[in-house]
């Protein structure tokens, strides 16, 4: 695979605040990578600073090889986190306007089709719900036939269900051989959606690769989830190291069989327990959790 | 495909604003009712002050008239101006622009017959000669009755326009940056250049057409004077709108904050109102406020639609004021382009 977009040592300052700090990374064509990290970990603007919204104050950012230009421009399909859309037009309005925009553009009644925009084509963008908006601009995200597509959390505000089909337009783009790059609070759309992640925190990138490689390069043991009430933290903190989030205990071990034991000698009712193997939820936490806010 | 892409801006801004209906409504009552109101207000209102232009041979040098001259002079709610040229001022008298004009030494004056306030300021002329050994000169210029209606009807369409391209261009722009619409357009092909040249397209129509049907309108109900070419008067009131919109583009090409924006588009909207001699002359002024008007836009389009539509002038008598709105535009346009912030 080729390298799409090139990210090199690239800073952003506001101020004395350094939102990006020195972050470099390549994107291959066809991959679709997450950028995941706390709120205020400079995600959104390093994805700005590559959809060429935003001027970096250091550092380069190449679109197959080249600076960010009007070959960019026509060719980069963008979702913002926050996008208001001009008053009193319609939807299908408001695509015949994007695609005026661009030399090369899709079949409008294709995308209308696709992301499902039949049922409110002829409705003010006013009146849309949370849900037919995403779709929306993802359609018009789409409407140059994008070669490189930046969603900026786009599945934020949506219910779950929103959500999985939103996931599911994201994925047929990524099968039609866009790149995509895509940040996000939710774990599980990063697992879903990401060949790679990128964790970001204090503007700077503490780990980049793939999900599962990632997982197997930090963790070699599983959790046990026990419901709170059933083991108070005196005892779950002192004797197992647990954590407590949600209502749950959380102990990490190595050898649940042993683990097990000792709270079956405690007298810990086990009826609600279970076994997961570690996920990036975990990752996440143990990586902007503990090694950069320790 | 920059025409394409001007075109789209273009054609989502005129749909925006037809379907914002309250917006469209106020934007053709509000002209209406100001030209009724002030039209109908002023019409048989004379003003307070009388004007008399004397001549002097300098500004530089105060010259001591006769006394019966001087008698004259501390007539009170008369303005006196100092003017040196003759036939300037015979144009202002016809004009009904100064009352009467008197040289002090000859004691010659000159009156427009058809003027109530020439005639008022003769009698009090000859009042103040009574016991004097001179004897005023009359001499009568004719000139047709210019009503203040006609007088204040192209100020009035041009501050309406005015306030349709400040406040149409400068809101609007400033709401799309705040509401993240020009991010998102940041975000495709389109130029500052193409998107602006859209909103001056977009708003110059709606303001002509606008403007075309008030004019219709108020002369079919107050039959106002317009002697000169209505090709020329379109050509002088669309350039004022591109100058006046580029002022607006200025104005929005950064702010994000609409109270911000509010108070700059008054800032520079209240100063045309009153300085750009819309409702009254701004003969007399003090010369500061007389040459500062010179630099408002909306000095140059009442100025120069005043001249074509009482006078009958042509294009080349007003280049002046072409060439100022032109160049106007221009550089703000320009500019507005150079610092033009998509967020």
């Known amino acids: ?294 | 495909m920059m025409w394409k892409r001007m075109y789209a801006l273009f054609v989502a801004r005129n749909t925006e604003f037809f379907r914002d209906r309250s917006a469209l409504a106020w934007s053709i009552l509000l002209p209406i009712m100001i030209i009724f109101v002030f039209a109908y207000a002023f019409t048989d209102e004379s003003p307070e002050k009388f004007k008399v232009a004397y001549l002097v041979a300098s500004d530089l040098v105060k010259e001591e008239g006769s006394p019966a001259f001087e008698k004259f002079k501390s007539t009170r709610y008369i303005q006196f101006i100092p003017v040196q040229a003759v036939d300037v001022n015979l144009r202002k008298i016809e004009r009904h622009q100064i009352d009467l004009l008197i040289d002090a030494k000859t004691s010659r004056y000159w009156i427009n017959q058809t003027s109530p306030n020439g005639y008022i300021v003769e009698k009090l002329l000859i009042a103040a000669y009574i016991n004097s050994s001179q004897t005023p000169v009359k001499t009568t210029v004719e000139g047709d009755q210019v009503r203040y209606l006609d007088w204040v009807i192209p100020g009035v369409i041009a501050m309406n326009m005015m306030w349709g391209a400040l406040f149409g261009i400068g809101f609007v722009i400033v709401r799309y940056r705040k509401m993240g619409v020009l991010k998102r357009l940041r975000a495709t092909p389109v130029k500052p250049i193409e998107f602006l040249t859209a909103q001056i397209m977009s708003r110059l129509w709606l303001l002509i057409v606008v403007n075309t049907l008030i004019f219709i309108g108020m002369d079919f109900f107050l039959d106002f004077r317009m002697y000169g070419s209505y090709v020329d008067l379109f050509v002088v009131f669309t350039l004022g709108c591109i100058c006046l919109i580029c002022c607006a583009l200025l104005i929005a090409a950064r702010i994000s904050n609409e109270e911000v924006a509010n108070g700059m588009l008054n800032l520079i909207s209240w100063p045309m109102m009153f300085l750009s001699g819309v409702w009254f002359s701004l003969e007399g002024a003090h010369p500061w406020m007389q040459k500062f008007a010179l630099i408002l836009p909306l000095t140059h389009v009442t100025e120069a639609a005043r001249e074509i539509m009482i006078d009958g002038v042509g294009l080349t008598q007003v280049l002046d004021h072409l060439l100022v709105l032109t160049f106007t535009s221009i550089i703000l346009l320009v500019i507005g382009a150079k610092i033009f912030r998509w967020e």
């Open chain 1, 1 to 294: 695979m080729s390298i799409i977009l090139q990210v090199s040592n690239l800073v952003k300052r506001f101020g004395a605040l350094t939102a990006v700090d020195d972050v470099s990374f390549d994107i291959q064509a066809g991959s679709c990578v997450g950028l995941l990290g706390p709120n205020g970990a400079g995600k959104t603007t390093t994805i700005e600073l590559m959809e060429g919204i935003k001027i970096p104050t250091e550092g380069s950012i190449r679109y197959n090889g080249e600076p960010l230009g009007l070959k960019f421009r026509n060719e980069a399909g963008i979702m913002f986190q926050n996008t208001a859309l001009q008053e009193f037009v319609t939807v299908r309005e408001m695509l015949v306007q994007f695609s005026r925009f661009y030399p090369k553009t899709a079949d409008i009644d294709e995308l209308v089709e696709q992301y499902a925009l039949k049922e409110f084509l002829h409705q003010d963008t006013r009146q849309l719900s949370g849900g037919q908006k995403q779709r929306l601009l993802l359609a018009i995200a789409l409407i140059n036939r994008p070669k490189i597509l930046f969603l900026d959390e786009p599945t934020t505000g949506l219910d779950p269900q929103s959500r999985r089909n939103l996931w599911e337009q994201v994925r047929r783009v990524k099968d039609n051989g866009a790149t995509i790059l895509l940040t996000t609070h939710y774990m599980e759309e990063a697992y879903e959606l990401c060949d790679e992640i990128a964790i970001m925190d204090h503007g700077k990138i503490i780990a980049h690769d793939a999900p599962d490689v990632l997982l197997a390069q930090h963790f070699n043991d599983v959790v046990i989830q026990l419901r709170e009430q059933d083991i108070p933290s005196e005892i779950g903190e002192v004797a197992f190291g647990a954590t407590y989030r949600n209502d749950s205990a959380h102990i990490v071990t190595s050898d649940v069989n042993k683990t097990i034991e000792q709270l079956l000698q405690l007298k810990v009712p086990l009826q609600h327990l279970r076994v997961r193997a570690r996920d990036l939820e975990d990752l996440f936490l143990e990586l902007t959790g503990k090694e950069l806010r320790t």
